[in-house]
């Protein structure tokens, strides 16, 4: 079963049963669902589990995010590798180093602002294993930049981030194969 593997503002992951309770009662007769909006993916996952859907689009202004459902629904496995990569060489809670680590990835996530339309399927996996990470070690797993395009979130106080495994990160690519990814606002 797949699940949200970032953090989003507005997620809707704990109001997934309250939301259920306003679907239309005929869900399983509609062949296409459009997410204008899909963030996190809570109601995606939740959708997608439930129903077979013969068309699905999901859509984001957000580049950096429809650039990690790309990159996640052809290589779950390879951004696995790149973010078990980083998170052992992550120093240990309370380690200045910590500190020092969280915001040299920040410098190199920012650093490629400006290439993101350009990069090439390498530098584009690192990229989401890159915003996974900092997603979950910033402050309160928020996505904010500045107008330069540039994260600019602190590092949060987190003993054990909660990072996806590569079990979760393969049941976003399976649960994605159908799934037509857009890069727009909701019209």
């Not at 997934?16 to 909006?37: G, Q």
């Not at 996190?40 to 429809?66: K, R």
């Not at 060489?89 to 993101?116: I, M």
């Amino acid at each position: 079963m797949a699940k949200p593997f970032l953090k989003w503002a507005g997620g809707k992951r704990q109001l997934i049963e309250e939301i259920s309770t306003r679907f239309p009662k005929n869900l399983d007769e509609y062949s296409t669902y459009i997410e204008p909006f899909v963030g996190g993916g809570a109601v995606l996952f939740h959708l997608l589990e439930q129903y077979d859907f013969e068309e699905i689009h999901i859509c984001d202004i957000n580049p950096e995010l429809t650039l990690c459902y790309e990159m996640l629904k052809e290589y779950s496995s390879k951004v696995w590798t790149q973010l078990q990569s980083m998170i052992g060489e992550y120093p240990p809670y309370g380690s200045d180093e910590r500190k020092k680590y969280y915001y040299s990835t920040r410098a190199k996530w920012n650093s490629g602002v400006s290439t993101l339309k350009s990069m090439g399927k390498n530098d584009k996996i690192h990229r989401v294993a890159q915003t996974i990470f900092l997603n979950k070690t910033c402050f309160n797993g928020l996505f904010r930049v500045n107008s330069k395009g540039e994260f600019n979130v602190p590092m949060g106080s987190y003993k054990n981030p909660s990072f996806p495994s590569e079990e979760d990160l393969l049941s976003v690519q399976s649960a994605l194969k159908k799934v037509t990814i857009h890069l727009g606002s909701f019209e």
